[in-house]
């Protein structure tokens, strides 16, 4: 649509010199006749400086007005002006994302050009460093006669930019937006790193609208060199967390750029949805080249998140992800958290997500107060279900298969290409992508006879075990009681879920029921599965 409205409004200009025809002696171009050149004024500099390139062309022929068309590198460059450097007419100069169109018509009895002419100018300034190209896809030329010729060009022209210096003491100091971690700030880092963690922590101010981040592949070894395992960044506006296994795969340069989004510009359904929260879109490039996914590496980002006095339950706080189609999907591992005030999650994708306040809640859960906060955090992430849109059943027995469902979606854990071996788990079943990735990943075995049991309600030993193998896969690190428990029915725990019971109700996470009992071979309900799940989500951090 903007397309089309561009090219009319040029074409409008042209259609101006109409008055200016002369009826004889106006030559049709062939395509084969103009060619053009793009030249820079320079092929390197700092960020902040700018630079120019003009367009030209030769051997045209009775010119009286032209269309051109330039793309740049806009995670590098920052557009300025263009102008037309034919003397007279009107000019018209449309930016849109990384493409600049410049057209120009003459007005009334204005000269006609022919021979080398010089077209138009374009001033960009650099913004990151690195390396950014600038390229002139078309060309159209207008004669007399109105007859107008499209010509692909598709040249590009180059430029090297160097990050400004910034100044010491750990912190960054350039005043702009775009900044570039240097050798001093890593070292400041380094020593006071935390559990293998380097925090950087920028002069952005929380209210900027865009934030650049340049880190250079020497800054990237001499944090690997000293065994730093995740690079922090306080950007002002949001903090990213970026695993080595991400940044060591870059042989100059890893790029993070992060950006408050217009919500305006999403699709009306998703804006209204949005309303005044405001949608961040984070970009990694790395050696110049921007990735959408980070393969076995996670990403963590924050940033600030205040409940009102109408959404106080801070459960129900969740991230979306807004994907290429403008629909919102949920990030079930995020969390907003009080004490701080921030909201926070891991991604494997770069994109544009927003933190909302997802009300749920259910009808019949009034009388579990006890489990009322985490079945509605579960529910608000899609991790658990009702059984109907407002009811939940919360004291109904939780079969095995629900409950390694809801564990597995926990944790985003399912795995559509596993495959399950077990006798009662039939492919295309609801419960199919959970239990074969659960036995997969070693969290269930399944029975003695080799089935699952699919419809058989969990005992909270099996639920000891499963919780026990999920936590040891994440790798949690946790604290809990130095002393277990002696139960009194500890003889009823089976052989196999012993060890799993006693760390479980070391860590808090399934205690005993009462009277110094476990009750091992106890159905558990819906509503203690949910607290249960809920209890390990929050120790994931």
């Not at 740049?72 to 557009?79: E, F, G, R």
């Not at 701080?340 to 259910?362: C, D, M």
């Not at 909270?460 to 949690?476: E, F, G, P």
């Amino acid at each position: 649509m903007m397309r089309k409205k561009y090219k009319s409004m040029s074409m409008f200009m042209m259609m101006i010199c109409l008055v200016s025809l002369l009826p004889v002696n106006s030559v049709i171009f062939a395509e084969d006749t103009a060619s053009f050149q793009l030249k820079s004024n320079k092929s390197g500099m700092n960020t902040g400086d700018e630079f120019i390139l003009t367009v030209e062309a030769d051997n045209v022929k009775d010119l009286v007005g032209y269309e051109v068309v330039v793309s740049a590198d806009t995670d590098k460059l920052s557009y300025s002006s263009a102008v037309s450097l034919l003397s007279g007419g009107q000019t018209i100069v449309v930016p849109r994302d990384n493409t600049f169109t410049i057209a120009y018509s003459k007005m009334g009895n204005e000269m006609h050009e022919n021979g080398h002419v010089p077209l138009s100018s374009i001033k960009f300034k650099g913004i990151a460093a690195g390396t950014a190209n600038v390229t002139l896809q078309s060309v159209k030329l207008m004669d007399g006669r109105m007859n107008d010729s499209d010509f692909s060009t598709n040249q590009t022209a180059s430029v090297t930019i160097s990050s400004s210096p910034g100044s010491g003491g750990g912190y960054v100091s350039i005043p702009s937006t775009t900044i570039t971690i240097t050798e001093l700030e890593m070292k400041n880092a380094i020593n006071s790193a935390n559990e293998g963690t380097a925090t950087i922590k920028t002069t952005i101010a929380k209210d900027a609208n865009e934030a650049i981040i340049n880190i250079p592949e020497p800054i990237i070894k001499m944090a690997a060199d000293n065994n730093i395992q995740k690079i922090e960044i306080d950007a002002g506006m949001a903090t990213v967390t970026l695993p080595m296994d991400l940044l060591k795969t870059a042989t100059s340069n890893v790029q993070l750029s992060l950006k408050k989004e217009d919500a305006g510009k999403l699709s009306p359904e998703v804006s209204k949805v949005i309303g005044n929260n405001p949608v961040y879109d984070i970009r990694l490039g790395v050696d110049g080249k921007e990735t959408s996914h980070v393969n076995d590496a996670s990403v963590k980002m924050s940033w600030d998140y205040k409940l009102d006095d109408t959404n106080k339950d801070a459960g129900k706080v969740v991230i979306y992800f807004i994907n290429e189609n403008g629909k919102l999907e949920v990030v079930k591992n995020s969390k907003f958290n009080p004490a701080t005030g921030k909201v926070s999650f891991h991604t494997e994708q770069t994109g544009k997500y927003v933190a909302l306040y997802n009300e749920v809640s259910f009808q019949d859960i009034a009388n579990v107060q006890w489990a009322k906060a985490s079945i509605e955090a579960l529910a608000a992430r899609g991790i658990i279900n009702g059984v109907s849109e407002h009811m939940f059943e919360p004291n109904n027995n939780v079969t095995r298969a629900q409950f390694i469902k809801i564990l597995m979606q926990a944790f985003d854990l399912d795995d559509d290409h596993a495959v399950s071996t077990l006798t009662d788990v039939k492919k295309g079943e609801w419960y199919y992508s959970s239990i074969a990735a659960a036995e997969k990943l070693g969290i269930t075995q399944g029975k003695d006879d080799g089935s699952f049991g699919i419809n058989d309600s969990i005992t909270r030993q099996d639920m000891a075990v499963m919780i026990d193998r999920t936590i040891k896969l994440l790798k949690v690190k946790i604290s809990g009681n130095t002393i277990a428990a002696q139960f009194a029915d500890s003889s009823d725990i089976s052989e196999y879920a012993a060890d799993a019971v006693i760390a479980m109700q070391k860590i808090g996470v399934i205690e005993g029921v009462g009277n110094g009992n476990f009750a091992p071979k106890d159905h558990a309900t819906r509503a203690q599965a949910a607290v249960i799940i809920y209890r390990v989500f929050n120790l994931v951090p």
